[in-house]
T-cell receptor, first 116, second 113 residues
């Protein structure tokens, strides 16, 4: 079974530039998550999709971050314009829905973003 | 706020010994899932163990076991016979009925040879 694919693995941009991250979840997984993980901290949930609908985006800085999930499969996360504090690892995860509780989430390898 | 708390930023254990990592959480739901994830330096998050809240029996996976105290909202991870490869960040996480998955701040575990 193929895992969660993310690209790019690394990205360095200057502040005020824009950047986009791509995620391809495991086939058939209805739930897709984007997390921001700042060095030394736990992952912070930015947005959760169920199929192509948004379930939770309460911690997404909507003035600069946007995300979409195309046809309930692939997803992109965009930052425009980037700030220095956006430097972090961006993790994508997916989870199946098989009844109460979703078993668990499968994670990609993440994208390390450095804003200079 | 629905939170997950890990009060031990760092832990250290001698190889072959046993270590316990602590986690407490907050929820208003009666049915949910709890997880321990491991994140090595490669940063790929890997599931260690999972516990369904409606099950009273504590989950075990080889050298890993949990102590789930539902009333106290406590979920600790015990690693027996610690190995050098267990060195990593460990995150406690909770998934609710809407599949929302929230993580704690993590515990850095160092296994000493």
């Amino acid at each position: 079974e193929a895992g969660v694919a993310q690209s790019p693995r690394y990205k360095i941009i200057e502040k005020r530039q824009s950047v986009a991250f791509w995620c391809n979840p495991i086939s058939g997984h209805a739930t897709l998550y984007w997390y921001q993980q700042i060095l030394g901290q736990g992952p912070k949930l930015l947005i959760q999709f169920q199929n192509n609908g948004v379930v939770d985006d309460s911690q997404l800085p909507k003035d600069r971050f946007s995300a979409e999930r195309l046809k309930g499969v692939d997803s992109t996360l965009k930052i425009q314009p980037a700030k220095l504090e956006d430097s972090a690892v961006y993790l994508c995860a997916s989870s199946p829905q098989t009844g109460p509780g979703g078993l668990h989430a499968f994670f990609g390898q993440g994208t390390r973003l450095t804003v200079v | 706020a629905q939170t997950v708390t890990q009060s031990q930023p760092e832990m250290s254990v001698q190889e072959a010994e046993t270590v316990t990592l602590s986690c407490t959480y907050d929820t208003s739901e009666s049915n949910y899932y709890l997880f321990w994830y491991k994140q090595p330096p490669s940063r790929q998050m890997i599931l260690v163990i999972r516990q369904e809240a409606y099950k009273q029996q504590n989950a075990t996976e080889n050298r890993f076991s949990v102590n789930f105290q539902k009333a106290a909202k406590s979920f600790s991870l015990k690693i027996s016979d610690s190995q050098l490869g267990d060195t990593a960040m460990y995150f406690c996480a909770r998934m609710d009925s809407s599949y929302k998955l929230i993580f704690g701040s993590g515990t850095r575990l160092l296994v000493r040879p």
